[in-house]
């Protein structure tokens, strides 16, 4: 009878899932992304005499420059100039949280794809030509790769954080079982499909004006004025759309932007610069691979009473944005639970790779690993299901996170029970169970992952957007904002917004192109949060464009303003239709010489954080969720596929149901992908050895889930989410640590001798040397 | 003078047929719609379609135009996704990624579209599993899939009604825009002659050689073979196969003939790339990669096949393929000579074969550990075998030893964990961005095993051979 009861509420959620689908908004660029009328960044139409450009970069991971000759690539045919270090008029600095960033090495390079100069011809493949005859002559100097290996040298980026909570030393005395351990999480190669490219064109009076596929606008604006030595007022950014960033475009896209820039500057001529696969997976960091090491205490109910961590992050040869991305590893660092003793610190290490930078869950999801490592160890040291001690630990209403922040509006047991229930997870584990007595060729692993998220810039500075709202004479309405569309669908939320306000039809209303000079000073399009912050701006932009209309149609129709709504494309005076519509209303309004444009600045209330005390109140909320995570391994070859993710998912009052679904199930797999067959190598010189897609796998259609359930959490949504319509970018990144957790259950039922290992991504070779693993 | 059909519009061009089918698509003619991900046939977002003249009918195909060479377009219709646009409203195809939320930030869209319009102009069962694979080589980094599969199935159900292959069905239902109806008798107006062939490097499908020396071939010359006629055809005759070195794996996969004699045989195609680079990559150009896990040449080893190869003056000579390889990347072909063909006896009543690979990722990759076996079997004796196995030696691994030892044995476990012993003998890998050592050692051995649990599966489980469980 119960069974019965939970099936049908599945099946009415499944339903109501499938209702929304139907009636949700699509992605407003869907009509130009499938007929291939989108244009990114390659697909501008160039000017005349457009300069192609390829950049020189180091062969080595660290040396002193003894020598370099261009002459020869000068003089091939078709090369306009090699730019160096010595060609920038400014500054050769492009850090944005710590000046210590070259744009091109002077007499060291400090890993293996530095650039060193940019080649400049009448088409790329002359300037790849040219860049094979460019001798260089390096004296090898030693090389670090690994975070260990960084912190026993003492190389770092800056000095170390660290954030506590009660006494972990006092607490784990009084601790019935204390487990400690080591884990690793490897780096992710963003695969963002269009790699990074600028194309810089000379405007009047030394003005020059750059189309970027970059998340930063505000970033390379600020970067390229430092490097030229010019105002910022001089470099105009422009972004239409970025084929995908997931983080890697944030800080990253600014070097080459900058480089088309230079070139540009000195050429007084457009400058193109696309990188190649080759040279994008070479170059450019990725997400931080972690070291880690753990000490957890739990009492005999299971109750986690002191947590210990300390982190070692790889951070490349430059800062880049791995400080903030260490700040976010601490804030996640336990996740879902309460934890009433928490010490935790993070070390920045420099080492020999490309500069590791943002990608999607930013530091998060590399603190949440260890915490879920460490409860499988206890669990499994202890004998009890992981899930056991996850339950008794989850966060609740007015508890405190450890930096200071006390918890509200919690769904986290909220999300966990429901996904219990509604899932029924007892039927899922019974049947994991049977089929494991079953079969010996074949076996089944379950893991449940709860996700707890904080949303908001953690560098409180950063929370800030602005919208510029223009209505038409003809009433259409053309939209400026910060915000970076990269697929995640924020132009199509800020257009729901200004549709909303005004009650007009979608098709009124353009979103335009990112651009600094309509608006200015602006953070990256990250952190989750660019719906929420731009999509304020805009609300609070149409709202007061929407009070001088009812001012002008209280006039025109002699009624209070009080009384007056706008109600599709019509005034309404207490509810009832009159005979002003919105184009009327827009032209009785420039009659009247009132302003039909608004320029709005919104920034998160409430938030704060105090860096010397660690503590306070950074985020504006935080996402709630939990997936149950089947998979199946094959045991005679290590090979694995995933039956079935099933996630309840905290959106708040979703506005746009197929935009979020989809970055749910994306950020899901790219998570999982992480976590299993995304591997990066680099050998001991630096060099990267998954240098390509055919040595760096990242999901295709085969090898996704079977099915994905996400079902939403019913909850009131957060007054700081746009509409209530709670940020949906990472945090779904975070359910696919489960997928790790669930292969190593299925290694497991076959290998009672597999020693658990806390080291991803969990490869097919791990899985089949772990099946066979005999200590 | 390279002369094909580009979507609507004829194009006569004196371009290096050396130069990708993408850089003339993108920048000569400005379709930008076809994209640029990886420029080595991994991603999927240059995928156009090929419509080849066959009878009164074209066939379209999809493949990955950046290690296409221009000039194997010489004859054909060339589709971008441009050219599957209606005028205004959206194709089914189209219709049907939009409505199901299948695209985000749109750069990989267009190669869907394109694969997706390519599955509905296609001959194949139009199933989902079809499907699937025709978007198996399109990598998209933001959905996570499962919105392009439920575009997918609107796709296979919309096509249900498909009765012919008819352009007149597909134009009526808004699969493809009118002016395909007329592509047929344009292409034979065309008159393509071969082109004429400069001395330079054999090119076949390009699916290798683009990968690995594009900026070689784009500006110099290059003789594409891919239409030679006497370097096609499939025959089998007598229990026994020969196979054109011209031939697509795809080829073979469409060949119901091959399909009955390798009960298997799709299954095991599937883990051979993807569906765009089986549209293209030859099964010569696989053998003379020489790779020493090239899945193809591990299948053919284990067939114990002969190949044939053509010398300059046209007479020709014969060797076992298990002798073709010499070293790493070396192998009995002097300059100016050609692989035509390679022959093997195909599996008989008596006789099983079967193939497994593993990859960090199951499809579309290159393998960590390949192998093959063809084993025959008479009164639980072995009267037969042969063993190949890749990844694991600097050539694709022939198993004289291993081999020899199954030959003449009775078919028990013993005998199989003996000869594995062999195996281990036999090889020498080494550590590498596909694998440790150890770890190709572990599967070379799972693997040996899973050919007897495959081909024997009432006699053998996992449990006999391996511990725990």
Redesign the interface.
């Known amino acids: 009878m119960h069974k019965k009861k939970t099936y049908t509420a599945l099946e009415s959620k499944k339903n109501e899932v499938s209702n929304a689908?139907k009636k949700?908004i699509?992605?407003l660029?869907?009509?130009?992304?499938?007929?291939?009328?989108?244009?990114?960044v390659?697909?501008v139409n160039i000017r005349q005499g457009t300069f192609h450009a390829v950049v020189f970069n180091s062969p080595k991971a660290h040396g002193k420059i003894k020598h370099i000759d261009y002459s020869k690539a000068e003089a091939l045919e078709g090369v306009e100039r090699i730019f160096t270090y010595k060609d920038i008029p400014g500054e050769n600095q492009i850090g944005g949280i710590i000046a210590d960033e070259p744009l091109f090495a002077e007499d060291e390079v400090h890993f293996w794809g530095m650039p060193i100069a940019l080649i400049v011809a009448e088409s790329e493949?002359i300037a790849?030509?040219a860049r094979q005859l460019i001798d260089i002559e390096i004296e090898d100097l030693p090389v670090i790769t690994t975070a260990k290996d960084a912190k026993e040298k003492g190389s770092f980026i800056n000095a170390p954080r660290s954030f506590s909570l009660g006494d972990t030393e006092k607490a784990f005395e009084e601790c019935d079982y204390v487990f400690e351990g080591e884990t690793f999480s490897n780096g992710q190669e963003?695969?963002?499909?269009?790699?990074q490219g600028a194309y810089a064109e000379p405007l009047e009076n030394g003005n020059i004006k750059i189309t970027s596929s970059t998340q930063g606008p505000t970033a390379v604006q600020a970067t390229a004025a430092r490097v030229l030595g010019v105002a910022m007022h001089k470099i105009e950014i422009d972004v239409t759309?970025?084929?995908?960033?997931?983080g890697g475009k944030e800080d990253q896209a600014t070097p080459y932007a900058v480089m088309t820039a230079l070139a540009t500057y000195h050429l007084n001529q457009s400058v193109k610069l696309?990188l190649?696969?080759h040279d994008d997976l070479r170059m450019t960091g990725k997400r931080h691979p972690y070291e880690s090491s753990y000490k957890i205490g739990l009492s005999k109910d299971l109750k986690i009473l002191a947590y210990q961590a300390e982190f070692l992050q790889n951070s490349g040869a430059a800062a880049d944005l791995s400080p903030a991305i260490a700040e976010r590893t601490l804030f996640h660092a336990t996740n879902s639970y309460f934890i009433p003793n928490v010490s935790t610190t993070v070390l920045s290490c420099k080492t020999n790779l490309p500069p590791n930078t943002a990608f999607r869950g930013f530091g998060g999801p590399q603190g949440m690993f260890v915490i879920e490592s460490a409860i499988a160890k206890a669990a499994s040291e202890i004998g009890v299901s992981p899930r056991e001690i996850q339950e008794a630990n989850l966060l609740e209403e007015n508890d405190e996170f450890y930096y200071g922040q006390i918890a509200k509006q919690v769904e986290a047991k909220n999300a966990w029970h429901s996904a219990k229930t509604l899932f029924n997870i007892e039927a899922l584990e019974k049947e994991v169970e049977d089929f494991n007595l079953k079969n010996?060729?074949f076996?089944k692993g379950l893991a449940l992952m709860p996700i707890t998220f904080g949303i908001s810039f953690t560098n409180t500075p950063m929370n800030h957007a602005r919208a510029l709202v223009h209505i038409y004479l003809d009433g259409s309405v053309g939209i400026s904002t910060a915000a970076v569309e990269?697929?995640?669908?924020v132009n199509t939320k800020i257009m729901q917004v200004a549709a909303h306000v005004f009650s007009i039809p979608i098709e009124k209303i353009k979103i335009e192109s990112t651009n600094t000079t309509r608006v200015a000073n602006t953070s990256p399009s990250a952190a989750s949060a660019t719906a929420d912050l731009n999509g304020k701006a805009t609300l609070k932009a149409c709202k007061a464009l929407l009070e001088r209309l009812k001012k002008v149609a209280s006039e025109e129709l002699n009624a209070p303003e009080k009384d007056i709504h706008l109600k599709d494309e019509f005034v309404y005076v207490n509810d009832k239709k009159s005979t002003l519509n919105w184009t009327e209303l827009i032209s009785k309004t420039m009659l009247k010489r009132v302003a039909l444009t608004e320029n709005a600045h919104y920034a998160t209330p409430e938030i704060h954080f105090d860096k010397t005390k660690e503590k306070g109140h950074p985020f504006a909320y935080h996402v709630y969720g939990t997936a149950i995570v089947t998979t199946t391994v094959d045991?005679?070859?290590?090979?694995y596929e995933f039956d079935s993710v099933k996630i309840i998912h905290d959106y708040g009052k979703s506005m746009s149901e197929?935009?979020d679904?989809?970055q749910v199930?994306?950020?899901?797999?790219?998570g999982i992908g992480w976590m299993t067959?995304e591997?990066i190598?680099y050998n001991e010189d630096g060099r990267l050895?998954?240098n390509?897609?055919?040595?760096y796998?990242?999901?295709?259609?085969?090898?996704?889930p079977k099915s994905?359930e996400a079902i939403p959490l019913e909850t009131q949504g957060h007054e700081q989410a746009i509409l209530k319509s709670k940020a949906v970018g990472e945090p779904p990144l975070m359910y696919g640590i489960g997928a790790y957790f669930a292969l190593q259950n299925a290694i497991k039922a076959?290998?009672?001798?597999y020693k658990l290992e806390f080291h991803a991504p969990m490869?097919?070779?791990k899985v089949?040397?772990a099946?066979?693993q005999?200590p | 003078m390279i002369t094909f059909i580009l979507n609507n519009k004829t194009i006569k061009t004196s371009e290096n047929s050396g130069m990708t089918l993408l850089d003339f698509a993108r920048y000569q003619q400005r379709l930008t719609g076809t994209k640029i991900g990886c420029r080595e046939g991994d991603c999927g977002a240059c995928t156009v379609l090929v419509g080849t003249l066959k009878n009164d009918n074209v066939e379209y195909q999809s493949i990955t135009s950046c290690i296409s060479p221009l000039g194997n377009a010489h004859g054909k219709h060339i589709v971008t996704v441009e050219g599957t646009n209606l005028q205004i409203k959206l194709t089914t195809a189209q219709n049907a990624m939009k409505s199901n939320y299948a695209t985000q930030c749109g750069f990989c869209t267009p190669g869907f579209v394109v694969a997706l319009t390519g599955f509905a102009l296609s001959n194949s069962n139009h199933n989902y599993e079809n499907a699937l694979n025709a978007i198996s080589g399109n990598i998209c980094r933001c959905t996570g899939y499962k919105s392009i599969e439920r575009a997918a199935n609107e796709v296979v159900e919309k096509l249900q009604d498909k009765k012919e292959n008819t352009f007149e069905w597909l134009i009526q239902n808004e699969f493809i825009p009118d002016y395909f109806k007329n592509i047929p008798q344009r292409l034979k107006d065309i008159e393509a002659k071969d082109l004429d062939q400069p001395k330079g490097k054999y090119v076949a499908g390009g699916t290798d050689l683009y990968v690995q020396q594009a900026d070689n071939l784009i500006d110099n010359s290059v003789r594409l073979i891919a239409e030679k006629e006497y370097l096609k055809g499939i025959s089998i005759k007598n229990g026994s196969c020969s196979i054109g070195t011209n031939a697509t794996v795809s080829d073979l996969w469409n060949h119901s003939e091959l399909n009955s004699y390798f009960p298997n045989f799709k299954k095991h195609l599937k883990l051979v790339s993807s569906e765009q680079i089986r549209n293209m990559a030859s099964l010569g150009g696989n053998l003379v990669n020489a790779s020493p896990i090239g899945d193809m040449t591990i299948f053919f080893l284990a067939l114990n096949s002969d190949i044939t190869v053509l010398k300059p003056d046209q007479s020709e000579r014969t060797l076992a393929l298990k002798d073709f390889y010499q070293g790493y990347k070396t192998y009995d072909l002097k300059e100016g000579e050609l692989l035509k063909a390679i022959s093997f006896e195909l599996p008989s009543q008596q006789s099983y074969f079967n193939f497994e690979k593993v990859s960090k990722r199951t499809h579309l990759d290159i393998a960590s550990v390949n192998s093959a076996i063809h084993i025959s079997v008479d009164n639980d004796k072995i009267s037969e075998a042969h063993v190949s196995v890749g990844g694991v030696a600097a050539i694709p691994k022939y198993l004289h030893e291993t081999s020899k030892f199954l030959t003449g044995k009775s078919l028990t476990s013993k005998t199989i964990l003996e000869a594995s012993d062999i195996l281990q003998n036999e090889i020498s890998p080494i550590s590498d961005v596909r694998g440790s050592s150890d770890y190709k050692r572990l599967l070379a051995r799972q693997l040996f095993f899973a050919h007897f649990t495959e081909s024997f599966p009432k006699q053998f489980t996992l449990n006999d051979f391996v511990q725990h469980a």
């Open positions: 689908l949700s699509r992605n660029d869907s009509y130009t992304h499938v007929r291939g009328e989108s244009l990114y390659d697909d493949f790849r030509k963003h695969l963002y499909i269009e790699a759309r970025l084929g995908g960033g997931f696309i190649n696969r010996k060729n076996k990269m697929g995640q669908g045991c005679t070859r290590g090979t197929g935009i679904l989809g199930e994306g950020g899901l797999v790219q067959l591997e190598a050895l998954s390509a897609l055919s040595t796998k990242v999901p295709d259609v085969f090898s996704v994905i076959f290998n009672p001798n490869t097919a070779e089949l040397m099946l066979y005999n």
